[in-house]
């Protein structure tokens, strides 16, 4: 049955107008359905992998698969900030790779504490983020120039500062044990029980806001069918993760980082400010939006992410060397994290896409690498393929935004 809506006539009689079948869908995977076409590309791989594979469902390989998805995800959602104001930002793996080696040298050759020697560097990639934000903001200079050239300025003193070895050990340091880390047993659950919580009250708040603004919001189709969805998931996962280890630490940090980036673009006043600043940055300027530090601020959240994803990489692999960050110019992880945020569903011109989309880009980018590498297929066809779906997943979100008409 079509949506129809009102159009007034010049005589001022008020008549209904059907909205066509597929400008509706259009319009639906535009907004509320974005997520869809990305769960059911990820529903497909997954069962392509299982089918391939006997060893890709196990729950050893499922938790590997989440803990190398984690790094990933961690750029990716540092990137959803920037990419939402129409921005880029290339220095995030050359970052990520500074600042491990940075935290390696703090608690290895200054016998630092973990505690002291990982807040640390993701302060200065913090600092780093929001310096880029005002460079470009200052001086007008397009950000992808600038962190383009900053990323390379940040490989050579990653270079300059690694020892003659060119690795450091990090065995030992106490650092190893954020990836070596499981939560089993009755505290998964526990944990488990926060992560519902938490997900239930976003979702109950961000009901709670449309109503009160007088906009269209339905309790089941905004609060029980993904919460219900969430419970059944999670609580799967969380079984089958049992069967292994636990849940991984890694996984547990990026799950918090992620509901608080949704909370964040969604619930507060300065996510208003980040999608209007990417919808229309002059607009938002004359509405009295300060467009300057909404970039630092964006750039600076980039920074810092990347510099935890580099800690988590580090202590991950046990250790840093060259080729930590990607290596020179950030290779496939710059890529692989660009790629993940704008397959998950953000906008690379700014103003459209949720935090929920670094998750979903990681994932489909960590199922092809893992399902590829247990079918023996070789790096370079991994490569080809995740190109393939970047391409793939911007000119489906350009046909349905064009489809979808104005004012969508």
């Known amino acids: ?205 961000d009901h709670a806001r449309r109503a009160a603004h007088d906009l269209p919001s339905s309790l089941s189709k905004t609060v029980i069918t993904p919460g219900a969805i969430f419970v059944v998931v999670c609580t799967l996962l969380v079984v089958i993760l049992n069967f292994n280890q636990g849940i991984p630490v890694p996984v547990i940090i990026f799950a918090a980082l992620l509901g608080l980036g949704t909370y964040v673009l969604s619930s507060t006043r300065f996510g208003v400010h980040v999608y209007a600043t990417g919808g229309n940055k002059e607009a938002a300027r004359r509405a009295g939006i300060n467009t300057r530090n909404v970039t630092m601020l964006c750039f600076a959240l980039a920074g810092g992410l990347a510099a935890l994803a580099g800690v988590i990489a580090a202590s991950r692999i046990l250790g840093v060397s060259v080729s930590s960050g990607g290596g020179i110019g950030g290779g496939a992880l710059l890529l692989n994290s660009i790629a993940a945020a704008v397959i998950g569903g953000v906008s690379l011109f700014g103003g459209r896409g949720r935090a929920s989309a670094a998750l979903l880009g990681a994932l489909i980018i960590g199922v092809v690498s893992n399902g590829l590498n247990l079918m023996g297929v070789s790096s370079d066809v991994q490569l080809i393929v995740t190109g393939l779906l970047l391409v793939g997943a911007v ?10 008409g104005p004012g969508q």
């Open 1 to 205: 049955m079509s949506e129809t809506t009102k159009d007034e006539t010049l005589t001022g009689t008020i008549l209904p107008v059907e909205t066509p079948p597929k400008r509706r869908l259009t319009a639906l995977l535009a907004g509320d359905l974005r997520a869809l076409p990305v769960l059911l590309a990820l529903a497909l791989l997954v069962i392509f992998f299982a089918t391939q594979s006997d060893v890709f469902l196990s729950s050893r390989n499922l938790s590997n698969l989440l803990v190398q998805t984690v790094v990933t995800g961690v750029l990716a959602l540092g990137i959803v900030f920037v990419l939402l104001l129409g921005e880029i930002d290339l220095s995030v793996a050359s970052i990520s790779g500074l600042c491990a080696v940075l935290m390696a040298k703090l608690a290895v050759e200054s016998g630092l504490s973990p505690w002291i020697a990982v807040p640390l560097p993701i302060l200065l990639g913090a600092a780093i983020g929001a310096l880029t934000g005002f460079w470009s903001t200052r001086f007008l200079v397009p950000t992808f120039v600038i962190t383009l050239g900053l990323g390379l300025v940040l490989n050579g003193i990653q270079l300059a500062v690694l020892p003659t070895s060119g690795n450091i050990a990090l065995l030992g340091t106490g650092i190893e044990a954020i990836a070596g880390t499981y939560v089993s047993g009755v505290w998964s659950y526990l944990v488990l029980l926060v992560a519902i919580v938490a997900f239930v009250g976003l979702k109950w708040s």
């Open 395 to 404: 000119t489906i979100d350009r046909t349905v935004e064009r489809l979808s």
